[in-house]
């Protein structure tokens, strides 16, 4: 199936700049999973936040669909 990965923030720069990228995976993926499929281990990332599927905020093994929207964000701090 097909699903598109979106980086926000700071993680734009694994995709070198680019904001998303059409990624492949197999049947019954898991976010993490295409994660890593995309070239992304985000458990090594020290500033990897959260991710989300089709703009709802998500976990990190909750199952993708094709045609899916996978955002991942940065954690966010401030103030």
């Known amino acids: 199936m097909k699903i598109k990965i979106s980086l926000r923030g700071s993680l734009v720069k694994i995709f070198d700049g ?3 990228r059409i ?3 197999p049947d019954k993926c898991s976010a993490g999973q295409a ?13 990897f936040g959260f991710v989300a ?4 905020r998500a976990m990190i093994y909750d199952t993708l669909r ?3 929207e ?8 401030g103030g």
């Open 18 to 20: 680019e904001r998303e």
């Open 23 to 25: 990624v492949h995976v």
């Open 35 to 47: 994660l890593r499929i995309a070239g992304i281990d985000w458990q090594q990332i020290d500033n």
């Open 53 to 56: 599927i089709n703009s709802k």
């Open 66 to 68: 094709d045609g899916d």
């Open 70 to 77: 996978l955002k991942a964000y940065p954690k966010i701090s």
